[in-house]
Each structure stands twice: as C-alpha cells, then as structure tokens.
C-alpha cells in the first residue's frame, strides 16, 4: 500500500465535534467492555478510528492499556511486514498495545476476500479471546453498508441481507463485534485524520474491478451516485427497521420461552415457542444453536427448517446441528446443548486463563498451588471414577444428550471436580460462562 503523509493543516471542519461525541454516545450504548481491542490495517478508516477511540478514552478517563490494536498481516504483499510495523508505531504513539497477526499457510486461488476475510476474524476474534477482551471495533462505515446493500441486492438477498451489517454482532469465539462507524461517512472520517494530522495507507487493491466490492464502489461513484446512493439508503433504512422487528420479537420469544443454565444448556418451552410466527421461531433456534454450538455462523436456513419441522412433530427424539444436540427432555420440553463430538482439553497453571470450547472463562488464582489442570468433556472421564453420590448429583444436573460435554476439572493429583455439579474441590479456579449470548448482545452479560 501506498503511504498518505499527514495532510496540511486546515481550519476545522464543524461537524468533527459531532462526530467525536456521537461515537462516543455509540460506544456508552454498546456498552463496550474494559478491555477493548481495535482492528487497524492501517487504512484511512480503521486509522480515523483508532484516533477517536484515543480521544474517547482521554475524555472517558480510560488507560490506554486496556486498549489493544490488532493488524493482521494477509500474506499477499511484500510490504505488507512493514505495514504492520508503522501501524505498530502509530498505535503505540497514542499509548495502546499492539499486536501483528498474521495468516498462515496456502493461499486461496479463488474468492481471496472473502476467505482472506474469514480468516482475518478468526485471527482477531481468536486473540481477543486468547487475552480475554471481550469486544473488537472494526472500522465499518456507512459508504461501506451502501456497498454492502447494493450487493446482497444484485444477489437477491431478502429483508434481512438488504438490512446490512448490524452495529454489533457475534464473532468467532464469542467476540463481539462492534461496528461503530456505520453512521460515519469515509469523507468525515478524512476529516478526522486531518485533524490529528494522521497518516495512513492507500490500498491500491481499492481501485482493482476484479472485486465485486470494487464494482459496487465505482457504481455508487459514477452520474447516478446520488440516486442510487438515496435509493439504497431508503431500502436499508426499511430492512433494518424489519430486522430490528425480528429481533425484538425474538428477545421477547426467547426471554417468555426459554430458560438458561449455569451448565451451558438451555431448556425449551415447546408450547410457547409453537405458538410463535414461524419466523421468529426459526430465528430464535438459530440464535440458540450458534451461541451453544460456537460456531461462527448461523445454521443453514434450509437445514434449520428441516429441525423445527422434526423438533415441532409428535416423534422428535434428538438432532444434531451446528455444533449442538437437539434433544426431547420430559413433556413439551427440548433441551439444546454443545455435543461432545470435537471438544478438546486444554491446561492451565496458576496465574493463566483462558476461554475453553468457545464456552467457559476459567481463571485459576495465581497463588494456586495443586500444580496444572485439564479442562475437558465429562465423556473423556471414566464413570467409575465418581462415587455413587457424585453420579446421582451428574444425572440430577445435566440431561442425559449433553451430559458428555459437561466440564470437568481435572487436577494433577488424579482428583476431578464438576463445578456446576457441586462436585469437588475447585478453590482457586473461577469459571464463568463467558460465551453465551441467548439474547442480542447488546449489553455485555454473563450468567
């Protein structure tokens, strides 16, 4: 990429205090975590954001220490290392932490942005939660959803693709994802690094046509931008205000019908979620079964469909999608749960901690002296290990489908414990579900 240096300085642009203030009204109604990290590429955008979040943390009092910027480093350019580097020195120069990722292995020979995408919210959700930060900012504008929009419209997309990117979503691992610019424009944004008389990089992959978003980019920039800018504005405005019906109508389905459990489970109310519009159904088992399952995506609309026709049948035994087992439990109950298949153990030491199975937070004191502990599924246990009081608390605890993948504390000293379960001795040890968000994310909640 191609180095922009610091602009002239010129007379301040009057709305720049508007759109310091409203970014930082957005983050108060994100509620955003005390730990925070940024995505930079060191682009103009994810630069503009980086210095506002800089004066949002001097006036909201924040240490820039629990501020922590991220670039990822694609494999795809020589200079790229060296990128990574200046942004490094510009994060640093304001006080925050930086860190350089970078995307391992082959490259794709086609749909490079989408899978270079996809691998960048891997690497930055899965850092945040390798250093427990719940939240990443990513420095998404509004010209970026009108691209956005006009794509999944040539696409076909229906109400709920033209709505856009949400302001805050789940990412891998259990990351929110924040989008606090979605109401800045890249030209105020160019604003914003004048007056911090900023720097930034020019990506000359901006102007290749080969990329649909590059098409779209130049479309919204020829004779008819206006109107098709005004156009594609109104359609999202709509589809957005349709979503938010959903996703309200969702909340309250969800909060009425559903109850959680410190295990990592949640049983169903069959009656209150038939009597609901299929669609808001449909849409609260895919919020469920993402969150349980951890996996990044929502299920397969057509796969999900299939589920509700078996779940809401007279039959329904069990299911398995997206990572969870869907099971029947007791009259006009389904219980939803992580299946055991694909957990994996992890080891802890004094001091550490770390998210296990996109689920748990497990914290282990620093003065802890029993040596290391593996964090496992209950089905890599043998049941003859427990006594007969200890399996009857097991089975009293978890249903039978998800009883596999409950977590077990497994100390060096042979012994096991099963917080959830109330069985054995975890002092020292905190773990929190840190990863379950039944209801929008809205607010930052654990259970």
Known sequence: ????????????DPALPNLTEDFAATLRHMDVAPHVAIAVSGGGDSVALMHLTSDWAKAASRDPKTIFVLTVDHGLRESAAQEVEQVARWAEALGFEHHGLRWEGAKPKSRLQEKARDARYQLLCGWCADHNVP??????TSDDQLETVGMRLLKGSGTKGL?????????????????????????ELREVLKSHRASWFEDPSNENLQFERI?????????????????????NTEASA???????????LLRDGVDLHEG?????DLAIMRSAPRIIAAHGFSRLIQ??????????????????????????KAATLGGCIIAAHGAGKLVIGREARNITSLALTAGQEALWDHRFNVRVDAAFKRGSIRL?????VNWERFTQQERDLIKETFPVPLRDSALVLAFEDGTFALPHAGIGDWEGVKVVYGAFRPFRPAKRHAL
């Open 1 to 12: 990429m191609s180095l922009v240096n610091r602009p002239p300085t010129t007379a301040a």
């Open 291 to 316: 969150a349980l399952g951890g996996a990044p995506y929502q299920p397969h609309q057509s796969a999900l469909a299939n589920l509700l026709d078996a779940a809401f049948g007279p039959t329904f």
């Open 242 to 252: 349709a979503r938010e019906a959903l996703e309200q109508a969702t909340d309250d």
């Open 264 to 268: 990592g489970w949640v049983s169903i």
């Open 376 to 380: 496992c599924g209950l089905k890599e």
């Open 135 to 140: 939240d990443l900012m990513v420095g998404h």
């Open 215 to 235: 098409r779209m980019r130049t479309a919204l920039g020829g004779d008819a931008s206006e109107a098709l800018s005004q156009g594609l504005g109104h359609l």
């Open 163 to 187: 709505a856009g990117m949400q302001a805050i979503k789940m990412g891998p691992r259990g990351v929110r994802i924040l989008r606090p610019l979605l109401q800045a424009s890249r030209t």
